[in-house]
């Protein structure tokens, strides 16, 4: 069965960072994002790591980074320079072939 488990989301000042982590067990990925959803808002794609690198939207270009440690299973983001506009519920998805899979999404909170 396959299981996303995210942590590392809390309440931040503007500027502030923080890291958010989230193991996934139960298969092998060979595609990871982090999604967030504001309230009121669509869910949008903030980052995406494959084998071949990773890419990132142009809002959190230059402050987010997505990595992952094969061995822990585990994908981060680590947010930087953090703003209001940041507020969201972050969501870990992992693909394989037409197969997706969400976490059940942990909140961060930027107060300005």
């Known amino acids: 069965q396959v299981q996303l488990v995210e942590s590392g989301g809390g309440l931040v000042q503007a500027g502030g960072s923080l890291r958010l982590s989230c193991v996934v067990s139960g298969g092998i990925f060979s595609i990871n994002d982090w999604y967030r959803q504001a309230p009121g808002k669509q869910r949008e794609l903030v980052a995406t790591i494959t084998g071949g690198g990773s890419t990132y939207a142009d809002s959190v270009k230059g402050r987010f980074t997505i990595s992952r440690d094969n061995a822990k299973s585990t994908v981060y983001l680590q947010m930087n320079s953090l703003k209001p506009e940041d507020t969201a519920v972050y969501y870990c998805?992992?693909?394989?072939?037409?197969?997706?899979?969400w976490g059940q999404g942990t909140q961060v909170t930027v107060s300005s």
């Open positions: 998805y992992a693909r394989r072939g037409s197969y997706g899979y």
